[in-house]
């Protein structure tokens, strides 16, 4: 079935420096990807997404790169900042359903 | 533009009780979903909706019922509340094209816990 994982449940990095977060997934029907960012007390807040026929995206800090082959997801952050500090959500949502389905979360720690 | 608007914040119920969980989103999304989080875990899609009138279930659909009566509100309605259902509760919201984008924007959440 349908699941979407990730690799760390935890990540320590320095500020200042880049944070690399990966994610697997099983469905290769999958269509669509979305990094989520929850900070303690809120709701998950959309960072980036990418659709399957692209390999990369770029946003303000953030990347996300796509490996379909081995079903693969990761988020990169270019210096990271003390305010990046919260749990970060991949998703994915099935080719020509409507369901997005949520992997567990890796939560990242940023050091002063 | 108030976003996705959750209600109450906050909610005890006993075993048995009943009670909905309001969701209201201004931004004429199509798609709405409700997902539960449990401590150290993701997201799990109880119940989704494409547009008014239709709804389907998602990973964890029993002991909820949804209705989608208006683009704006979807309701979530706990039947017979169980310790099991102690969780917090996101509404969510999106387009439902790729012009739009299929990224959700979340409200804050209700932290339920049953007694």
């Known amino acids: 079935g349908e699941s979407v994982g990730l690799h760390l449940p935890t990540l320590s990095v320095q500020e200042g420096d880049n944070s690399i977060i990966n994610c697997a997934y099983s469905?290769?029907?999958?269509?669509?990807f979305i990094w989520y960012k929850q900070e303690s007390g809120k709701g998950p807040q959309f960072i980036i997404d990418?659709?399957?026929?692209?390999d990369k995206r770029q946003g303000q800090r953030v990347t996300v790169l796509l490996n379909k082959t081995v079903k693969h997801l990761s988020l990169q952050i270019a210096a990271t900042q003390p305010g990046d500090s919260a749990v970060y959500f991949c998703?994915?949502?099935?080719?020509?359903?409507?369901?997005?389905?949520f992997g567990a979360g890796t939560r990242l720690f940023v050091k002063a | 533009n108030a976003g996705v608007t959750q209600t109450p914040k906050f909610q005890v119920l006993k075993t048995g009780q009943s009670m909905t969980l309001q969701c209201a989103q201004d931004?004429?999304?199509?798609?709405m979903s409700w997902y539960r989080q449990d401590p150290g875990m993701g997201l799990r899609l109880i119940h989704y909706?494409?547009?008014?009138?239709?709804?389907d279930q998602g990973e964890v659909p029993n002991g909820y019922n949804v209705s989608r009566s208006t683009t704006e509100d979807f309701p979530l309605r706990l039947l017979s509340a169980a310790p099991s259902q102690t969780s917090v509760y996101f509404c969510?919201?999106?387009?439902?094209?790729?012009?739009?984008?299929?990224?959700?924007?979340f409200g804050s959440g209700t932290r339920l816990t049953v007694v």
């Open positions: 969510a919201s999106s387009y439902s094209n790729p012009l739009g984008g299929y990224g959700y924007t």
């Open positions: 469905n290769s029907a999958s269509d669509y």
């Open positions: 990418i659709r399957s026929n692209m």
């Open positions: 998703a994915e949502k099935g080719g020509g359903g409507f369901k997005t389905i």
């Open positions: 931004m004429n999304h199509e798609y």
């Open positions: 909706s494409v547009g008014a009138g239709i709804t």
